[in-house]
């Protein structure tokens, strides 16, 4: 679930469930990203971060990134170009402008067909991407 933390110790507590000390480079990466309707790159969470954390670095974001990513506070998208991050792990698919970039949340579809099970295959989970103009792009 894509949420906003309330207290520095409720994103701690997130970097401790993850195996992670809860530094406060740590902490400022699982806060910039948590809320964050944008879908940040690693770099970009990077570059937000850096001015005030002269010592972070860019292996650090990865590493907290890919931590978030294994206890399933976040997810990582591939839409072409570098990963983005979602900090929105309930079900949902994602509208893309061809344009600009921008990336939407969108309902999962309710009446998609569940998928067939495949020979030595377990289904985590589906995506959908739904490619095209944003209303701002399409001049609506």
């Not at 893309?96 to 569940?114: F, H, L, N, S």
Request: proline share 6%; glycine share 6%; charged share 25%.
């Amino acid at each position: 679930m894509n949420r906003i933390f309330q207290s520095e110790q409720e994103a701690a507590a997130v970097l401790r469930d993850a195996g992670l000390k809860a530094t406060p480079q740590r902490l400022a990466i699982l806060r910039a990203l948590s809320g964050d309707v944008t879908h940040p790159t690693a770099q970009e969470l990077y570059e937000r971060l850096a001015t005030h954390f002269p010592a972070l670095s860019v292996a650090t974001v990865y590493n907290t990134l890919a931590a978030l990513t294994r206890v399933e506070r976040c997810r990582p998208l591939d839409l072409g170009g570098p990963a983005r991050f979602d900090p929105n792990v309930a079900p949902h698919d994602h509208a893309v402008c061809e344009r600009c970039g921008e990336i939407r949340d969108v309902k999962a579809a309710e009446t998609r067909p569940k998928p067939r099970a495949l020979t030595g295959f377990s289904v985590r989970r589906v995506e959908h991407i739904y490619r095209g103009l944003c209303a701002k792009c399409a001049g609506t």
